[in-house]
């Protein structure tokens, strides 16, 4: 367990049986910030369990949580005119690229593109 050092814990004992050979699906939820961050999982962090192999209990997944802004019109803004601007700012904490749809009313209004963070 000396991986988890400088990590912070947010489930912790979720227990389940498990047959031979299988598999289950656990979940976990927390409110997570926008940024970089490392997701990190231990099964039997104790060695409860006898296994040929005690070094593959664990998995890492890096994850980046997107921010989006629209920076203008403001909120409950209204025009005469049906062609609007919109300008909206989009954070991708790897740097990579990104891709969008804007959508109006809850629907694709058909515009799609790409961006980098």
Do not use: C
């Not at 050979?21 to 490392?38: C, K, L, Q």
């Not at 990190?40 to 070094?55: F, K, M, R, S």
């Not at 990579?96 to 694709?108: E, K």
Request: proline fraction near 3%.
């Amino acid at each position: 367990m000396g991986r988890t050092a400088g990590f912070r814990g947010i489930y912790r004992n979720a227990t389940g049986s498990i047959n031979f050979n299988s598999s289950r699906i656990f979940s976990a939820s927390w409110n997570i910030s926008s940024g970089y961050h490392t997701i990190y999982v231990v099964a039997d962090p104790y060695n409860v369990i006898g296994e040929l192999n005690e070094t593959n209990n664990n998995a890492t997944k890096n994850i980046s949580i997107l921010r989006s802004v629209i920076n203008s019109p403001p909120n409950a803004s209204a025009f005469i005119n049906q062609n609007v601007s919109i300008n909206f700012t989009m954070q991708d904490f790897t740097g990579g690229s990104i891709n969008y749809t804007v959508f109006v009313d809850g629907a694709s209004n058909g515009q799609n593109g790409n961006g980098y963070g």
